[in-house]
Structures are given as C-alpha cells and as structure tokens.
C-alpha cells in the first residue's frame, strides 16, 4: 500500500480503513522499550530517522549505511547476496534528483517471539510525496 502526499495526514486516512481495530500512532519519541513486549509494531523510517530501527540492524538482511549524513547517498547493504543480486542498492544523493530509489520491507518477531515488527525503510530523504 502507498501514499500521497503528507504522511501523517495520509496515515489518519490509512488507519481509518482498520475500523474496530486498535491502532496506536506513536512518535519514536514517545515510544519505552517495555511497550514492545507481546505486541506488532511497525517501524517506518531508519536508524537515523527513527532509533528504535537500531535494535533490528543485526537481523535485517538489507542494512541502511549512509556516509555522512545528509552529505552522501544512503545505501543499502546486502549482508547476504544472493546470485544475481548486488552487494549494495545506492539511493539518491539529493531529493529532486534523477534516479533509482530503494525500500525494504522486513518482518520479524517481536522480542518476547508472541508478535511481529514490520520495518519500512527506503533510500530517499523525503517522506512526502511517496506513490504507490
């Protein structure tokens, strides 16, 4: 599923389609470790953007790199390259650029293994204006 346009705004539209069921927007911010105990979660953003993603970095086969930050490409790293695979995925250097973007999509269990986290992470800078 995609979005346009603002992410909070698009994610109020989002989590109005799950009627009767209970969704909890948190900022990172806002967020104690013991809350993620025997629930899902989803973690949109990487380890610069949002730090509880910092936990995951040793399970996710795909791990986000970036130079210096907000001063070179964010990358991709594949910990495990498969045949026909390449080692790295280079995003954009600059937002408004001409070129490929990159995202994952991981899903793993939660700490206490009764839940999952899914983790949405792409090359860009940009939240806004993302399509399907």
Known sequence: MGW??????SL?????????????????RDLRL?????????????????????????KLNFRETEGVVGNSAKVF????ALPGEQAQYEGLRWTGT??????TIS???NATHDGSVLVLQRTAR???GLKP
């Open 107 to 109: 899903l793993l269990p």
């Open 12 to 28: 109020d539209r989002w989590t109005n389609t799950f009627t009767g069921n209970f969704f909890l927007v948190r900022y990172p």
């Open 126 to 128: 940009k939240t806004s």
């Open 4 to 9: 346009r346009g603002s992410f909070p705004a």
């Open 98 to 103: 001409m070129g490929e973007d990159y995202a």
């Open 77 to 80: 790293v594949n910990k495990n």
């Open 34 to 58: 013991r809350d993620l105990d025997h629930n899902n979660y989803v973690f949109i953003g990487s380890p610069g953007s949002n730090p509880w993603v910092t936990l995951l970095q040793d």
